[in-house]
């Protein structure tokens, strides 16, 4: 029977239902599959305009021998005269707290160069970008014309100046002919709390404190919840005690407080934040290479390309590994790696120096990435005679800087070396037996990709002719001072130079007499014109 409570249940129904589902809008873009030649809709410019033959337009499934993802026709980009790209207005206005959904399908001729789409906004002809409203495919296999797709997702924030203003996309593309197919772009409304600011790792010292936060919106403008969770199994995660606002912080944090943290927001409707990583300042990786490649700091064991000439080492009375004439690696894994903070490298080495040796060729000690130019680190050494090293973030801006060369007597001697590299400061230092050879401001670090490895790179292309021992990695910069004492545990009883004097003449790191004889040897020296003013 039909009654009053029927018709109230139907009602809680309606309302539950009106708050749960998302509206969506009609999908976006006109014309994404390229199937219609319409100049109304995408706009081409670039590419090879001196031949029509090649120039940036839709190409069938017979042009270039590719078929196209999607039906019969796709986009083609060339890259001369100019590189090509192509973008499409919409007639979509940009409403706050919308999400907006970009996918593409993309292939060209080489292995990780790209095809970016970035959304802008239409300001009276005015094309303006929005600021990480990007997305960017990398070519994953050319072999085969293999197409590859991504989706991201961008939420909208009211009293931005995109809001109320057409929507776009724009297409470009790195150094290479690219096909571009099946263009999305839908918008969704937004009911749930809106996080715009993440979390991020903490690194902290033990005693110190576990700093976290959210920043998040409520699109009907209510009050918002939070709960922050430290991480289990997703199922029986662990609410930590008082962490009810925007920021959590946990006081006196020491190991066991290590782990996965992440924020439920709420407005009757719950939104979960990303999940990061707290993790105590200390050694993440400590592989001493005896005999084995164990890492006996966080269990992340090393595994080898066909490497197995242990020798004897400088540490403790262990082993070390012999890399000479040899062009496999040892492949370490940064797994237990958290960034917050920064990184720390250190290693001892010792050329072997041998006879016959190319003296132009660089040999890498340890790196990470598979070939020059994708490093994201390399120390090597150039010439058998001095260290060098390169840091190269994810859009392949690089710093690279080259130290002092030792002198030949001293190249086949056990050397402490120790790289460090301030993620907040951008900063990176580099030491050679405790004394600091380089600082200077350096790139933002792009991450370790799958592993650290010593003796070459991934791709087998510059063996080390070394016997290299020791390899920690720490999740913080750490000081000149705790470098120093490392370098004398195993050292004791040398002498460093921990920050040469600004008058240190004779360069033996103390301001004395011999500095002294050598300024009075030159004493009067003039070179002056005319020489009358060089009497007084």
């Known amino acids: ?50 031949d029509p033959a090649r120039r940036a337009d839709w190409k069938s499934v017979v042009n270039n021998g590719l078929a196209s993802y999607d039906g019969s026709d796709h986009a083609f980009l060339g890259k001369d005269p100019v590189y090509a790209q192509v973008e499409q207005t919409t ?32 300001d009276g002809g005015v094309k303006t970008d929005i600021d990480g409203w990007v997305l960017s495919i990398g070519a994953t296999d050319t072999s085969n014309n293999t197409w590859d797709t991504d989706t991201a997702v961008f939420t909208s924030i009211a009293g931005q100046p995109y809001i109320g203003k057409p929507i776009g996309i724009r297409f470009t593309r790195s150094n290479s002919w690219s096909h571009l197919d099946k263009v999305s772009l839908n918008a969704e409304e937004i009911l749930e709390p809106i996080i715009s600011e993440q979390p991020s790792n903490a690194v902290y010292p033990a005693g110190g404190e576990i700093i976290m936060s959210v920043a998040a919106t ?19 995660d662990t609410p930590v005690t008082g962490a009810t606002s925007e920021t959590m912080i946990i006081t006196n944090a020491q190991v066991g407080d290590e782990g996965e943290y992440y924020c439920v927001v709420g407005n009757g409707l719950t939104t979960t934040s990303d999940t990061a990583k707290a993790q105590s300042m200390r050694v993440v990786g400590h592989w001493p290479l005896d005999g084995n490649l164990d890492d006996i700091a966080g269990g992340q064991h ?13 540490v403790g009375s262990g082993q070390a590994i012999d890399f000479t004439g040899d062009p496999n690696f040892v492949a370490l894994p940064p797994t237990d790696y958290v960034s917050g903070k920064g990184w720390t490298i250190t290693w001892w080495e010792k ?18 990435g598979i070939s020059h130019g994708s490093d994201r680190i390399s120390f090597y050494r150039y010439e058998n005679s001095y260290y060098c090293f390169r840091i190269t973030d994810s859009y392949s801006h690089t710093i690279s800087a080259s130290m002092p060369a030792l002198p030949p007597h001293e190249r086949q001697q056990w050397h402490f070396l120790a790289a460090t590299y301030n993620e907040t400061a951008e900063l990176a230092d580099f030491y050679v037996d405790g004394e600091k050879v380089f600082s200077d401001v350096a790139v933002t670090f792009g991450g370790f990709g799958d592993a ?10 510059r063996p080390a002719d070394s016997v290299i021992d020791d390899v920690k990695l720490y999740n913080y910069p750490v000081t000149q001072d705790e470098v120093i004492a490392e370098y004398f545990a195993v050292q004791p009883g040398t002498m460093i130079c921990q920050q ?20 009075a040897s030159h004493w009067l020296e003039c070179g002056r014109l005319p020489i009358s003013e060089c009497t007084e």
């Open 452 to 461: 650290i490895t010593v003796g070459n790179r991934l791709n087998q292309e």
């Open 1 to 50: 029977m039909f009654n009053h409570i029927t018709s109230k249940l139907l009602m809680c129904l309606t309302a539950v239902l009106a708050a749960t589902v998302p509206a969506f809008a009609a999908e976006l873009i006109t014309n994404g599959s390229f199937e219609i030649v319409d100049p109304n809709d995408w706009q081409f410019s670039g590419g090879y305009s001196s």
């Open 218 to 236: 409520d699109p009907s403008g209510g009050t918002l919840t939070y709960q922050w969770y430290q991480y289990v199994d997703g199922i029986n």
């Open 351 to 368: 050329s072997t120096d041998r006879a016959g040796t190319d003296p132009s060729v660089w040999e890498v000690l340890v790196a990470s």
């Open 91 to 122: 007639t979509h206005l940009i409403t706050a707290n919308t999400q907006y959904t970009l996918s593409f399908y993309m292939t060209n001729g080489g292995v990780g160069r790209w095809v970016k789409g970035q959304l802008y906004y239409d």
């Open 302 to 314: 090393g595994t080898t390309a066909m490497i197995d000439n242990y020798v004897g080492g400088i």
């Open 500 to 519: 040469r004097p600004v008058y240190d003449i004779v360069l033996d790191c103390v301001v004395d007499l011999k500095d002294f004889v050598e300024i």
